[in-house]
């Protein structure tokens, strides 16, 4: 119980970050996009955004910008799941 309970808090913090989902279909999604393909307008773009979130404060508490929440919630979430215990096992005896 008490890892549902973490977890549970995990998915608190994820949708504190997400405050609108869209349905998207499929044939509609968007695609990854090689950094080398983009036009240098695109990457201008790509970067002051990424700045824009590093300029944010949490949207979760962390002494931080909001930049730094994505890879936080993406570890408590992932990391710490069933389904990547065997892998980081794996990893940790190579």
């Known amino acids: 119980m008490k890892g549902f309970t973490k ?3 995990y998915l608190a913090l994820l949708a504190a970050l997400v405050s609108e989902t869209i349905a998207v279909p499929v044939q509609d999604a968007p695609l990854r996009i090689e950094w080398r393909s983009l036009s240098s307008a695109a990457k201008a773009d790509y970067i002051s955004a990424v700045k824009c979130l590093d300029g ?11 930049y730094n ?4 919630v993406h570890a408590q979430l992932n ?6 215990l065997s892998r980081r096992q794996h990893l940790a005896s190579c």
């Open 79 to 84: 990391n710490e799941s069933a389904s990547f």
């Open 7 to 9: 977890s549970a808090g």
């Open 56 to 66: 944010l404060p949490s949207k979760i508490g962390l002494k931080s910008s909001r």
């Open 69 to 72: 929440d994505f890879p936080y």
